[in-house]
């Protein structure tokens, strides 16, 4: 987006933030920036919050059937988080796309990179669950858990494995309004999505006596329904632009190429998370269930604190896209600010909250006990993550993908060896989770968003 009329850009676009000419109080570019990013971060907030909740609902909703079934869950999770995390591209490659082509003017164009996200999400999705049925065993095994943990388990991974699919289309339909600056229809289709998924699952879990598997079933339920809901929105979008409803070969491959970094990405990121619950593992199935609710809890915040890196993603890729260097070097500045304040906000209220939280999530006493010391330490540690989550985030909206995957290589080469040598404990765990790992990123992230010129490099690609 250009700077509002009647206004003068005061950003130097040398380096990630203004350096020269920028006065003492919020100028009126700034107030424009900041108005954008809570247009689109307020919502998205909301909707990614929401997200987590439906993880957070299954896990209150089984741990009180006893430390075993909640354990299995944790593993059966972790699984399926791993597999819709490494095709979260669909969303992050989508959102940039659609937002550099509407900020060029092209809204059909638009619409169809969105459109061709949604085709190559569903024919992954349903790849992937033929290919994921004859190994949700085995996989489960390989966390080395109890017999009984990894039997419920696999049961819960089986059936969640049938709305693979429907996640996929979710997250491409997403990336393609958040790229259309809308950032509400996601919020209202995710919180009706999580009341219907939590009466659901309640019925089945417990009216029904399904247990574990009556939590994976809801949950699929819920899932066909919100990608049903996404078609029918991107099919009245393409009418109103023109745009085609058939794929287009060249739109599939330029999303597979621009896919490929940030799928590369993003398994360092869920290698990193696999390895810390294969560490909890090794403390036994109380350790396993104690770090399930703290990876849900430090899930829930992250994805609150992805609402910056959402937005960042949709208004660097538009700045971008309108050739516009002096708006894109302002919003990263106010996306940084904005990323570390609400971090220090969300390490407060947990806090605030710690004492509470056990009884929530478990019966277990043994899980009471032991997770205070792990809710401190992401507390503390949620200024950094703040940081990097924004930071991410517009290094995404501006294209440098490449990078990202370089720097979540370098990420793990620093993070599993002070995994081995401090994970032993809880504490030791999740201390060197905290700070050793998402520090280490907030490393890698600063220095490429400080290097001088990189938005120069941005608007090249």
């Not at 089984?62 to 909640?70: K, N, R, S």
């Not at 009418?239 to 330029?254: H, K, M, N």
């Not at 904005?338 to 019966?363: K, Q, R």
């Amino acid at each position: 987006m250009p700077t509002a009329p009647g206004t003068s850009a005061r950003v130097s676009t040398s380096g990630a933030y203004p350096r020269e000419n920028v006065p003492v109080r919020r100028s009126p570019e700034t107030r424009i920036v900041d108005r954008d990013i809570v247009r689109l971060a307020v919502p998205a907030l909301g909707a990614l919050v929401v997200e987590p909740l439906f993880l957070m609902t299954d896990t209150a909703l089984v741990g009180h059937l006893g430390a075993t079934p909640l354990a299995a869950v944790g593993l059966a999770s972790a699984v399926l988080q791993t597999v819709t995390g490494l095709l979260v591209f669909l969303a992050y490659s989508t959102t940039p796309a659609v937002a550099r082509a509407l900020g060029g003017g092209d809204r059909r164009g638009a619409v169809h990179a969105g459109i061709d996200g949604m085709w190559l999400a569903l024919v992954l999705g349903v790849a992937l669950g033929l290919v994921g049925w004859p190994l949700a065993g085995p996989l489960v095994s390989a966390f080395g858990a109890s017999a009984a943990v990894s039997e419920r388990a696999t049961a819960y991974l089986v059936l969640s494995l049938l709305g693979l699919p429907a996640i996929l289309v979710v997250t491409a339909s997403t990336g393609l309004l958040r790229g259309l600056q809308d950032t509400r229809t996601p919020l209202v289709v995710a919180t009706v999505g999580f009341v219907a998924n939590g009466l659901l699952n309640a019925a089945l879990i417990y009216g029904a006596g399904w247990g574990v598997e009556g939590s994976a079933a809801g949950t699929v339920i819920v899932q066909w329904a919100m990608a049903a809901v996404y078609v029918v929105i991107a099919v009245r979008a393409a009418r109103a632009s023109g745009a085609p409803l058939r794929p287009g070969a060249s739109g599939v491959v330029r999303a597979l190429r621009s896919g490929a970094w940030l799928f590369l990405r993003t398994a360092s990121l869920r290698i990193a998370m696999l390895a810390t619950v294969a560490s909890a593992t090794a403390l036994g199935t109380t350790g396993l269930a104690t770090t399930q609710v703290g990876l849900t809890v430090f899930s829930t915040l992250a994805f609150a604190l992805d609402a910056l890196a959402i937005a960042g993603q949709s208004l660097i890729g538009h700045g971008l896209g309108a050739r516009d260097p002096d708006r894109v070097a302002l919003v990263t500045k106010r996306l940084v600010v904005l990323g570390i304040a609400g971090g220090v906000l969300l390490g407060v209220l947990t806090l605030l909250v710690s004492g509470v939280l056990g009884p929530v999530f478990s019966d277990s006493e043994a899980v009471r006990s032991a997770l205070p010391v792990v809710l401190l330490l992401i507390a503390v540690g949620m200024p950094v993550a703040g940081y990097v989550f924004v930071l991410d985030g517009v290094l995404i909206g501006a294209g440098d993908a490449r990078y990202l995957a370089v720097a979540g290589g370098v990420n793990l080469v620093v993070y599993l060896p002070l995994l081995w040598w401090a994970g032993g404990t809880l504490a030791g765990l999740w201390a060197v989770f905290c700070f050793g790992y998402i520090g280490i990123r907030a490393v890698t992230l600063g220095l490429r968003a400080h290097r001088r010129g990189w938005i120069e490099v941005a608007l090249t690609r």
